[in-house]
């Protein structure tokens, strides 16, 4: 008995050393940390790719790099060990060979390289894709492995790339450095369009820099069916598949692409805005383009006023989804999964009865039956829930905040980005062979690029209350409590307020407002998701339009008086 009281002691005494060992969290270790991006399987399911930004505080840069992992999980390493700024890798569809985008050009261009999956390195030396004048961002294979469809900024009254590489030496030259916008939007942030519009073009994929000229297709009339330019009778011309003065895709703040390709290949669905004036319209609309032929005007598949983005096919082939929103002009409205069945062309809304907004989606496929896999905002969580097409209830995992999820069918992996307000992005899986997504699965971490400085941290976790605020509604708050926290103490108190006012505070983490941060020099840090915050049903979002005076001042004052 008295051997095991010194047990427990001495346990007891390690723990508390191992705890008093660790530091509060400082801005210089928040701008340490390593920046994961999405995750991309290889084909064959033994390897995933990502991106990992790194910021440099003394030369006040970010800097990205490619990373490799096994798709099982341990150490990760660099896959192109150079100084360039490198994002955005996509396998082939065989797995043989990788693009990315990279900044080893000004401007940025698509690269190539050859793929051992054996030992997951690449092999040789890798090459440049694209020599468009206006930059290449965004490669996506289509999945015969032929063509590479990217993003490139132009000017959409120029007709080949020469023109727009003239306008871009013109107003770099010029003295004038003023510039006279005639329409919205002129700016997007700290950036101005420059009179540029995005486009999707398409190469072959066996093409290089070398050999690839970059043409541009005139916008389609209504009244004829236009033609190639003389420069795109050259196989491996860059051709522009939407061509006309709209953004293809629109402004975005990144997640999910906007744009895909059909199993085929033959097909490229995308999303854009074609209202007359964009900066009072939410009106993205999905539309459908051939790859191959002459450049001909998208078709729109969308009907919603609202938003409908980010169209994705099944693996089939048999259908086409993208989220929706139903109410113009209405940035929160509810996110509706819709699907359309490409034969009949008839669309379902398939969460008509699940009352969030889906965020991230991915398809997926079992032997009698198919669905999608998404991620929707649930009370301070994002959840990752599994929808088969012939249910109207999605069935919800594990509580955890996701992102960026993508199926590997090969070896039933379900592959996310998931973070908390104790640490940011890294790639986990869950192994889905044998059984179907639940509250009981296990998430496993595949990366761990922060674990070594998290580990020196001392790290508060979230802690959720609930009471009642205005029209005696239950209203979320959460609390961090300081390092080193003695109940027997008083704190100075800090709350935060989202903006939006359609957003949340959650178990997610942020570079901007990062409650650890915030606790770490001795505060207790208090936020509360009040009424217009999302991840409480589309009621409770809606409460906010028309009373931003009214209700979260309310439950602001019942709060405090309580």
């Known amino acids: 008995m008295k051997a095991l009281v010194t047990l427990a002691f001495f346990l007891a005494a390690t723990a508390f050393a191992q705890t008093s060992q660790k530091r509060p969290f400082t801005f ?79 401007p940025t261009q698509i690269w190539m390289c050859d793929f051992n999956s054996d030992s997951g390195a690449l092999v040789g030396k890798p090459h440049q894709v694209t020599n468009i004048s206006t930059g290449a961002d965004g490669g996506i294979w289509s999945p015969d492995g032929k063509n590479i469809v990217f993003v490139s900024a132009i000017y959409p009254d120029c007709g080949d790339d020469a023109c727009n590489k003239q306008r871009d030496e013109e107003m770099k030259k010029s003295k004038v450095k003023a510039k006279i916008f005639t329409r919205l939007f002129y700016r997007h942030w700290s950036a101005f369009i420059e009179f540029k519009r995005s486009h999707l073009f ?41 061509p006309g003065d709209h953004d293809v895709p629109p402004f975005n703040l990144g997640g999910q692409d906007m744009y895909a390709i059909s ?29 191959a032929g002459p450049a001909v005007a998208g078709k729109k598949i969308s009907t919603s006023p609202g938003a409908d983005t980010t169209p994705l096919y099944s693996p089939d082939g048999k259908y086409l989804a993208w989220r929706s929103q139903a109410r113009a002009g209405f940035e929160a409205d509810k996110s509706r999964l819709f699907v359309q069945d490409r034969q009949s062309e008839k669309v379902r809304d398939l969460t008509e009865k699940f009352d969030r907004s889906v965020g991230s989606f991915t398809w997926f496929a079992d032997v009698s039956n198919g669905g999608l896999f998404f991620a929707a905002e649930d009370h301070g969580e994002s ?61 496993e971490a595949v990366t761990h690029m922060n674990d070594a400085l998290l580990s020196q ?9 609930t009471f009642k605020g205005a029209n005696d509604d239950d209203v979320q708050g959460f609390i961090v409590k300081p390092p080193g926290f003695d109940p027997n103490k008083k704190y100075p108190l ?3 307020i989202h903006g939006g006012p359609q957003g949340a505070w959650g178990d997610e983490w942020s570079y901007r407002w990062n409650p650890e941060l915030f606790a770490a020099n001795g505060y207790i840090v208090v936020m509360i998701n009040f009424h217009g915050s999302t991840g409480y049903g589309q009621k409770f979002t809606d409460s906010i339009s028309g009373d931003w005076g009214g209700k979260p001042y309310i439950t602001w ?3 405090i008086r309580s």
């Not at 065989?94 to 990315?100: E, F, N, P, Y």
């Not at 290949?265 to 007359?276: K, M």
């Not at 090969?410 to 790639?427: D, I, K």
């Not at 986990?428 to 296990?442: C, M, N, Q």
């Open 28 to 106: 210089e270790d928040m701008m340490a940390l390593k920046r994961v991006g999405a995750p991309v399987p290889s084909p064959d399911g033994k390897w995933v790719v990502f991106d990992c930004e790194d910021v440099d505080l003394e030369a006040n840069t970010k800097i990205s790099h490619l990373w490799i992992v096994l798709a099982s999980g341990g150490e990760s390493r660099r896959l192109n060990p150079t100084p360039n700024h490198e994002e955005r890798l996509r396998f082939s569809p065989d797995g043989k060979r990788l693009i990315w985008t990279s900044k080893a050009t000004d």
């Open 202 to 242: 398409v190469i072959p994929a066996h093409a290089s820099a070398e050999t690839v000229e970059a043409g541009v297709s005139p916008a389609p009339s209504a009244d004829s069916q236009p033609t190639r330019l003389p420069l795109q009778k050259n196989a491996n011309t860059a051709r522009d598949l939407t």
């Open 263 to 291: 199993p085929d290949g033959q097909e490229l669905a995308y999303t854009s805005n074609i209202d007359e004036v964009e900066a009072t319209s939410t009106n993205n609309e999905i539309f459908i383009v051939p790859i």
């Open 383 to 443: 959840p990752i829930y599994a929808l088969f097409l012939d249910r109207d209830q999605p069935t919800p995992g594990p509580r955890l905040h996701a992102d960026d999820l993508i199926w590997q069918g090969n070896t039933n992996t379900l592959l996310f980005t998931r973070m908390s307000v104790a640490a940011p992005n890294e790639v986990w899986r869950f192994d889905l062979s044998g059984e179907t997504l639940g509250a009981t699965v296990k998430p």
């Open 457 to 465: 941290i001392d790290m508060q976790p979230l802690e959720s209350f």
């Open 494 to 496: 800090k709350f935060l």
């Open 557 to 559: 004052r019942r709060l």
